[in-house]
C-alpha cells in the first residue's frame, strides 16, 4: 500500500507561482506512475498532468499545458507539481495519485487507473 501526503499549497496573487509536492510511503514508490488532480468548487475532480515512473513521460491537460510541469525524484519518494503563471481560474484543492505499471503517462489520464489517493491540499489564487 502507498500512502500520500501532499504539501505546499496555500494562497498566491495571480501570475505568482507554487510548487506543491507529494510525499509516498513505502518502497515501491518507483514502480508508481503518479498523477496530479485538482477540484474546484461545484466542479468535478479534473487531471492536471501525470508523469510516468521513471519520469520519461508526461502528460498535462490543456489547460495547464505550457505553465505547469511535473517531475520526480525517486531516491526522495516524491514527485512535484511546478505552477506558474497562475490565475484565479486554478483556485481547487489539489490531489496526488498513485497508479500501477509501466505505462507511458498518457495512460494515466484516467481516474480510474489510480490505485492512491491523498488527501489534497488547498491552493487559492487571488486577482
Known amino acids: 500500500q502507498v500512502q500520500l501526503v501532499e504539501s505546499g499549497g496555500g494562497l498566491v496573487q495571480a501570475g505568482g507561482s507554487l510548487r506543491l509536492s507529494c510525499a509516498a510511503s513505502?518502497?515501491?514508490?518507483?514502480?508508481?506512475?503518479m498523477g496530479w488532480f485538482r477540484q474546484a468548487p461545484g466542479k468535478e475532480r479534473e487531471l492536471v498532468g501525470a508523469?510516468?515512473?521513471?519520469?520519461?513521460?508526461?502528460y498535462y491537460a490543456d489547460s495547464v499545458k505550457g505553465r505547469f510541469t511535473i517531475s520526480r525524484d525517486n531516491a526522495k519518494n516524491t514527485v512535484y507539481l511546478q505552477m506558474t503563471s497562475l490565475n484565479p481560474e486554478d483556485t481547487a484543492v489539489y490531489y496526488c495519485a498513485a497508479g500501477r505499471g509501466a505505462f507511458g503517462a498518457n495512460y494515466y489520464a484516467r481516474e480510474n487507473r489510480y490505485l492512491y489517493w491523498g488527501q489534497g491540499t488547498q491552493v487559492t489564487v487571488s486577482s
Open positions: 513505502g518502497r515501491t514508490f518507483d514502480s508508481y506512475a
Open positions: 508523469v510516468s515512473w521513471g519520469g520519461g513521460s508526461t
